[in-house]
């Protein structure tokens, strides 16, 4: 009785000290022999090797990570193995899923039937997210490719469309062209985070998407801060208003004119780590694109000596409907105060901030038509930033 004790505590002891894998003989391969016929790996029992790794992230030979798991594990998770990690210990497993499933795995795959060929569409498409322990505080959702209809011309996505729902923070609709964004969703305790994805089966063009969830634990360096529906890290980088494009939307507006890319009913903020060093950021339409900050206005009606220059930037009170929110900034060209957080139109004036947190703000509305004062806006595309923090 003593050693049957002794044995439930010694393995308890393992168990609990470290994240193992436990596998038969079936998961060593022939080159984790050592050169007596030996099993490298400590044997406590006469048929199982307990061999200790973490299940951290690794890479594959496609463009999908996978986590590092025992044989046995990723193939009671249906996963693929896509080779070995941990010193040949462990396999590389890369867990996708599709419509209607579920998962509590973290770097999970959710792609659309039949990925990467075309979707025709068909009813909603969705995917039910559980925190994998309770030391998750934020899901991390990369569109790492992402392309579904356009909105209508007025920046709603009536045909296809992507929700999230259940979590702690407040995602818009947003739909087209989204590859390379990322979004940061906080979890709401245990209540699962849903993902659906509308994709109109009258609407037949090549659709598809890829989406990477990654599950950020609360003492990640990696979580965004509250608030923040995206979260930006390094000196320099682009920020793009969601569905930004140069192509223009195919689709009229309620006025009968070329509608808009950007998407309609946005209140969203972005943030930027400031990184150490660092004490300021300045934003500049991105270079050689003059549809870079195209908010509100006449883009067709503009010429080259107004579109994407100083000329057609807006700001202050004057914007009223589709604006980007920058706190306390200065004119860089000289040095002066803004004296305005609001800025639109067609062109933007390149300003610094050293209000912190770096962050800035998105406000669209759902009206891209004329008023009673107002002409209709056309062929907004929405806006790409380039970042570069200032040193102090």
Known sequence: ???????????????????????????????????????????????????????????????????????????????????????????????????????????????????????AG????????????????????????????????????????????????????????????????????DTAITITITATLASTFSRRWN??????????????????????????????????GTAANQALSASLVTGTRQIANLDYGICIRMEAGYCGIQYAQTANDIYSFTVTGDVEGADNTVLGTTVGAVNGASCVTDFVVIPNPTVVATGASAGTDRFCGIGFVTVQSGAKPFVLYVVTDANEGATATTPPDVANRGFSLTYTQVAC
């Open 122 to 189: 068909g009813a909603a498409c969705s995917i039910i997210v559980n925190r994998c322990n309770s030391n998750i505080c934020q899901l991390r959702i990369d569109f790492l490719d992402m392309v579904i209809a356009q909105p209508d011309g007025d920046g709603n996505c009536v045909t296809d469309s992507v929700s999230v729902t259940g979590g702690n923070t407040i995602v818009p609709l947003i739909c087209g062209d989204n590859t390379g964004q990322t979004i940061f969703v906080d979890f709401n305790g």
């Open 1 to 119: 009785m003593e050693y049957k004790v002794f044995s439930v505590i010694l393995v308890a002891f393992f168990v609990a000290a470290f994240a193992v894998s436990v596998y038969d003989e079936e998961d060593l391969e022939d080159n984790e022999i050592d050169e007596y016929g030996h099993r490298k790996g400590k044997i406590l029992f006469p048929f199982v090797s307990i061999v200790r790794f973490a299940n951290t992230e690794c890479s594959s030979a496609n463009t999908m990570n996978g986590t590092c798991l025992a044989r046995r594990e990723c193939n009671n998770l249906n996963g693929t193995i896509a080779g070995t990690c941990a010193s040949r210990r462990g396999r590389c497993c890369i867990v996708s899923r599709t419509c209607g499933s579920t998962t509590n795995v973290n770097n999970t795959y959710f792609t659309s039937p039949g990925y990467p060929a075309a979707y």
């Open 211 to 244: 989406l990477r969830l990654v599950q950020l634990g609360c003492d990640c360096p990696g979580v965004a801060p509250n608030g923040c529906l995206q979260y930006y890290t390094g000196t320099t980088g682009t920020i793009t208003s969601f569905n930004y």
